[in-house]
């Protein structure tokens, strides 16, 4: 089993609809994170957890929510999506800031 | 801000040639600096790290060097074969920091 499991793999939507996307990890690491992907851009960071209670704003932020309802689940919302939300989103976990990250398989999302 | 720039963003080289992909960091308190492997619809895999108390660390056919006076970082891959093939992305982080800074990746085609 993935010790990262992002699900849908894929989705596509329509402009202005509700979307979760859900992750779910085994490597018993307090941190997790989101990050989106776009060609040239690198990995931007959207949001950050360090444990249940503790959840900051990436880089990116703005238009998305995350839920961290576990040690080991942390979702990410997107209320009305638009169509610049569209990319590949991974799903990442840690065990500090400062050693590997382990990342899901990736999220592609299309807003349409 | 804190950045991390790669160089080239796309490189091909034949097969059994030497590839070398560099990055340039701006907070001189980054102290950990890890290569991702990003394979077609994967997620990025770790296949090499560095801490800023070594100079250069070495697994077969990889290799990676570091220069802090210079904060610059390079990946070099010998011998590459056609599985080499995928994006390469640089990051840098430093103890006590909240988040990863990655490069915008590079492409590395291996042509057989």
């Given at each position: 089993d993935a010790d990262v499991t992002q699900t849908p793999r894929n989705?596509?939507?329509?402009?202005?609809?509700?979307?979760?996307?859900?992750?779910?990890?085994?490597?018993?690491?307090?941190?997790m994170y989101w990050y989106r992907q776009d060609p040239g851009l690198g990995l931007r960071l959207i949001y950050y957890?360090?444990?249940v209670k503790d959840i900051n704003k990436g880089e990116i932020s703005d238009g998305y929510s995350v839920s961290r309802q576990a040690q080991a689940k942390f979702s990410l919302s997107l209320?009305?999506?638009?169509?610049?939300?569209?990319?590949?989103?991974?799903?990442?976990t840690s065990r500090d800031g400062n050693t590997e990250a382990f990342f899901g398989q990736g999220t592609r999302l299309t807003v349409v | 801000g804190e950045n991390v720039?790669?160089?080239?963003?796309?490189?091909?080289?034949?097969?059994?040639?030497?590839?070398?992909?560099?990055?340039?960091?701006?907070?001189?308190a980054s102290n950990y600096f890890p290569w991702y492997k990003q394979e077609l619809g994967k997620g990025p895999q770790l296949i090499i790290d560095i801490r800023s108390n070594v100079g250069e660390k070495k697994d077969q056919r990889i290799a990676v060097t570091l220069n802090k006076t210079a904060k610059h970082f390079s990946l070099h891959i010998t011998e590459t074969q056609p599985e080499d093939s995928a994006v390469y992305f640089c990051a840098a982080s430093r103890t006590g920091g909240f988040k990863t800074i990655f490069g915008a990746g590079t492409r590395l085609f291996v042509k057989a």
């Open positions: 989705r596509i939507t329509k402009t202005g609809k509700r979307i979760m996307l859900e992750c779910s990890q085994t490597k018993g690491h307090d941190r957890s360090f444990d209320e009305s999506a638009i169509p610049n939300q569209t990319a590949l989103y991974f799903c990442a | 720039e790669q160089h080239p963003s796309t490189l091909s080289v034949q097969e059994g040639d030497s590839a070398v992909i560099k990055c340039t960091y701006s907070d001189s």
